[in-house]
């Protein structure tokens, strides 16, 4: 029976890589131990349920154990067809505090994960859930136009339709939480360049969908989501609330997942987010869910931003559009906020 391994199988990603692939008649193989919930006391069980599933097995393993991993692997061997790596400690502002734990999550467990498929299932397809923050605050030297809502970039740019793979990861302060993605990132191109394994490693920007369990550090559109609906006090961090993100949907990063599932490359790196078709600031995100819920948020703006974190950020994904010309989007930013909020309404 085809099987596929997905770690941070109760997460965003996880769960959506489950669901996806519990109806195309895969065994599934989850490995969560729940670590959200020592990072943000928000634990991510609470958006998931197995009983859904058809043919599932759970393993409440730490992707740091080798030798957890490697029993793993052994028993399942060359039925292994898919390694669908979304586990991570997510948060850069979180990373600072625990550097240690956040490598060892991030890079350590990824070389884990690499060594386990290299000996047990080397013709199977690996996927990597990178992070556009392997660029590091190199987007905010580009040159940025103020507007009322939100910063832009002059649509001469060549940037315009979004930062593309070519933009420099050295350099560059990444927080280090981008320093241990960057790690895991390149490890997984060098899994596939060097030993010829099917690695596929995407840089997204900001993930979303209706099995978010937003929190303080991480999860913008969902944790906002929550703050309007329970009343409680926000805050925007710099960049006068006019910072941009690109926002894609769980189902769309997971069916692009499945094209390169279908037609592999050897340690491709391919920028993956909502793009031009599907962004926001934060400012027009607190004016749209305000409309749609008729609510105001209590909120404030504080002078000082995340280090590292990005004014502007927004994906070119022509790069993987060329490559896997079947994919499309089916989610667009109005869409994200209506499931993300009938979901919290719940």
């Known amino acids: 029976m085809k099987t596929v391994i997905v770690t941070g199988s109760h997460g965003l990603i996880g769960s959506e890589v489950c669901r996806f692939y519990d109806k195309l008649g895969f065994k599934i193989i ?11 006391g928000a634990s991510s069980k609470e958006k998931t349920s197995y009983y859904e599933y058809k043919n599932y097995k759970h393993y409440d393993v730490d992707i740091r154990n080798y030798e957890e ?10 039925d292994i067809e898919l ?5 991570a400690q997510p948060s850069h502002d979180w990373a600072a505090k625990e550097p240690l734990t956040d490598f060892t ?60 793979e070519s933009m420099s990861i050295d ?24 030993f010829g394994l099917k690695t596929g490693i995407f840089r997204g920007g900001c993930l979303t969908g209706p099995s978010h369990a937003g929190a303080e550090l991480h999860g913008f559109l969902s944790y ?21 993100r690109d926002n894609i949907h769980s189902y769309d990063l997971v069916s692009a997942f499945h094209e390169f599932y279908l037609n592999p490359k050897m340690g491709e790196v391919y920028n993956i987010g909502g793009s031009r078709f599907s962004n926001i600031s934060m400012l027009e995100a607190i ?51 209506d499931e993300i909020i009938k979901n919290e309404l719940k």
């Open 105 to 164: 999550v991030n890079a350590l467990a990824t070389l884990n994960l690499l060594e386990c498929t290299k000996n047990h299932c080397p013709n199977s397809v690996f996927i990597f859930t990178s992070t556009n923050k392997v660029y590091g605050d190199t987007p905010n030297t580009l040159p940025l136009i103020e507007l009322e809502s939100r910063y832009e970039i002059d649509n001469t740019h060549k940037y315009f339709n979004g930062i593309n």
């Open 30 to 40: 989850g490995i969560d131990n729940n670590m959200r919930e020592y990072f943000f």
């Open 287 to 337: 004016e749209k869910i305000s409309n749609k819920l008729g609510t105001e948020l209590n909120y404030s703006i504080s002078e000082s931003n995340r280090i590292g974190d990005h004014i502007w950020y927004i994906s070119d994904v022509s790069k993987f559009k060329k490559d896997y010309p079947d994919w499309n989007y089916r989610y667009n930013i109005d869409d994200i906020i």
């Open 224 to 244: 906002l989501i929550k703050c309007f609906i329970s009343k409680k006090h926000y805050i925007i961090y710099g960049y006068k609330g006019k910072q941009v």
């Open 69 to 78: 991993l490697n029993k793993i692997f052994s028993k399942y061997s060359t």
């Open 171 to 194: 350099q560059t302060k990444h927080s280090l939480f981008g320093v241990s993605k960057t790690s895991a990132d390149l490890m997984v191109q060098e899994y596939g360049k060097y």
């Open 83 to 87: 390694i669908v790596h979304t586990a």
